[in-house]
């Protein structure tokens, strides 16, 4: 009975969202603000439990780990902005956790996102085996590496050799928008289509 | 060159009506699509997942909402349940978004139904049909035998989802059986169980802290599961021979991400702990993450409705990914073709305005 019920009230929203396309209309209205505050309250309710109970009543309160006071003291820190005079504790749980992710962070970051990239582009025909598309491939994607950054390179004027490479990474470029705007466009379907399929299966078992 | 400048003037709504009607059509007259080729990068997670030997551990982290259901919940749930027909151990978790806690169980819970429910009535079909408790539910629902037989063998082979009521006779069956007693020691064994075969955390809060502290001991720093059990009384996790204790045990780990989630496992998962990870994304975010798998810090990747139709088609169990196949197809037939007329309206009007 529930799940009828579930399904019933999400197939109004469904249809009241969709609503929207024909024009702007209380039900519409209604839809959206209604998911902006069970959104926030859901989220509310799930910190509360998973954060404040699990992390701080739990260990404190059931299990007496005392020492998680000090982490629960400096969190509460944040508050301070709730009065101009004690605006500044925020400062100290924000300069703790900036810390403490820059630490961890940085090092993983240049390690993830630029040293192996860059080694993997670097070293991308050590491939023993490679077929003629897989090296037509791999030309591809090195030519396009270069003449990109050549194209972000402002150093030098767009002229002569520089302009001509500069022109080949701007196509490049927009071989890859068009790529990433072709993948939006499926996405968006895709979305379309599960709503319809909830609409036409799990609602009107119109379908098997 | 009236009809481009009608064309121009045509009201937007026009358009919606029509994109609706090509998405439904298929759907309504259950037109299905198919993959000849899946794509390299699914077809990679594929190879690798299907290497996996038996009790290898693989986790599941499920960081997305409601709204990108469509697109992520088909290849969460191909691959959960290719994981459980390999044998594999799973954990799932929700490592970044709160929303992701519900809809990543609803993934696991489903698929390990499913399982469990195959299990036993492909092992006792004949049984199950000529029992005196079946046949009491068999006149009482006015089933014939070879209704169920037929609606049996039909779940094992076809989508879960594709026929509810084909779930529903089974589940009650299942149910059944249950409830009085008549599954033997060997048929649990061969079920999926919670705590031993698979293990669910929900969403657990402080992102860094929980990944830094799953590389060295994972009961120590998730404690508890999605229903408040402490994860070391699970047997996944204290078992003498087996035991899962941190990243080093994890074969892979797969993200099914709306966000940029994968980024931050990529960060902590590959280059920190060095385990393998693979990723299951949005159409949207797909271009932005091939880069990392030509690089090898992704295994492989599913990319939208169309990645979950891929692995769909290379586990053999057709779902709502392969099923949502011939509309996409259609829609972005349609979506090409008002492109094509767009640009030749432009250029056309273009002229006539010049003149």
């Known amino acids: ?129 490679m077929g003629f598309w897989a090296i037509v491939s791999t030309a591809l994607l090195v030519i396009g590496v270069f003449t990109a950054i050549i194209y972000f390179f402002f150093s030098w004027k767009h002229k002569g050799t520089v302009g001509v ?17 072709g993948l939006t466009v499926m996405g968006r379907i895709s979305l379309l289509i599960g709503r319809f399929l909830f609409l036409f299966k799990d609602w009107l078992h119109l379908i098997g | 060159m009236n009809f481009f400048k009608w064309l121009t003037k045509i009201d937007r709504r026009w358009v919606y009506l029509l994109m609706a009607f090509v998405v439904a059509f298929p759907i309504l007259t259950n037109i299905k699509g198919t993959i000849k080729k899946p794509s390299k990068s699914a077809v990679k997670l594929f190879k690798y997942i299907d290497k996996l030997e038996k009790d ?25 349940y290719h994981a459980l027909e390999k044998n594999l151990r799973i954990i799932g978790l929700a490592p970044l978004w709160p929303t992701g806690g519900g809809l990543g169980l609803d993934v696991i819970q489903s698929q390990v139904d499913r399982f469990n429910q195959e299990v036993v009535l492909k092992s006792y079909l004949d049984e199950i049909v000529d029992s005196p408790l079946i046949k009491k539910y068999r006149e009482t629902n006015k089933i014939s035998v070879e209704n169920i037989k037929t609606n049996i063998t039909t779940v094992v082979t076809a989508y879960y989802e594709s026929d509810k009521k084909t779930i529903e006779v089974n589940k009650k069956l299942f149910d059944i059986m249950e409830k009085n007693n008549l599954f033997t020691k060997a048929d649990k064994d061969k079920f999926k169980l919670n705590g031993r075969d698979w293990s669910y955390f929900g969403y657990k809060p402080g992102f860094s802290s929980i990944m830094l502290g799953m590389g060295k001991d994972i009961p120590k720093t998730i404690v508890n599961d999605y229903w408040g059990t402490p994860i070391i009384k699970h047997e996944m996790f204290n078992s003498k021979t087996k035991k899962v204790k941190s990243f080093e045990d994890i074969s892979i780990v797969i993200d099914f991400a709306a966000g940029a989630s994968v980024d931050y496992l990529l960060l902590y998962v590959n280059t920190k702990f060095g385990r393998p990870l693979g990723a299951g994304v949005t159409a949207v975010m797909a271009a932005d993450y091939y880069p990392y798998i ?59 305005d010049e003149k």
């Open chain 1, 1 to 129: 009975m529930i799940t009828i019920i579930g399904t019933w009230i999400a197939a109004f929203f469904t249809l009241a969202i969709f609503s929207f396309l024909y024009k702007d209309n209380p039900f519409y209205k209604f839809a959206e603000h209604l998911l902006v505050g069970i959104s926030v309250g859901y989220g509310i309710g799930l910190i509360w439990h998973n954060a404040f109970i699990g992390y701080v009543w739990i260990p404190i309160i059931n299990n007496h780990q005392y020492i998680y006071i000090i982490p629960t003291l400096i969190g509460l820190l944040y508050l301070g902005f709730l009065h101009k005079k004690t605006i500044w504790l925020i400062r100290i749980p924000i300069s703790i956790s900036l810390g403490i992710g820059t630490g961890f962070g940085v090092p993983l970051i240049f390690q993830t996102y630029i040293f192996t990239q860059l080694r993997e582009t670097l070293t991308v025909f050590n491939h023993p085996g």
């Open chain 1, 165 to 181: 490479l500069a022109k080949i990474g701007i196509y490049f470029l927009m071989i890859g928008f068009g790529a990433s705007f």
């Open chain 2, 56 to 80: 290898n551990t693989i986790m599941l982290t499920f960081d997305y909402s409601p709204d990108s259901l469509a697109e992520l919940n088909p290849m969460s749930k191909a691959i959960t």
């Open chain 2, 294 to 352: 030509q690089s090898g810090q992704l295994v492989g990747m599913l990319n939208g409705m169309r990645g979950a139709a891929d692995y769909e088609t290379l586990i053999k169990q057709p779902g709502r990914g392969l099923n949502a196949m011939a509309s996409q197809t259609y829609a972005h037939l349609l979506i090409i073709l008002f492109i094509i007329l767009g640009n030749i309206g432009y250029l056309v009007t273009k002229k006539g």
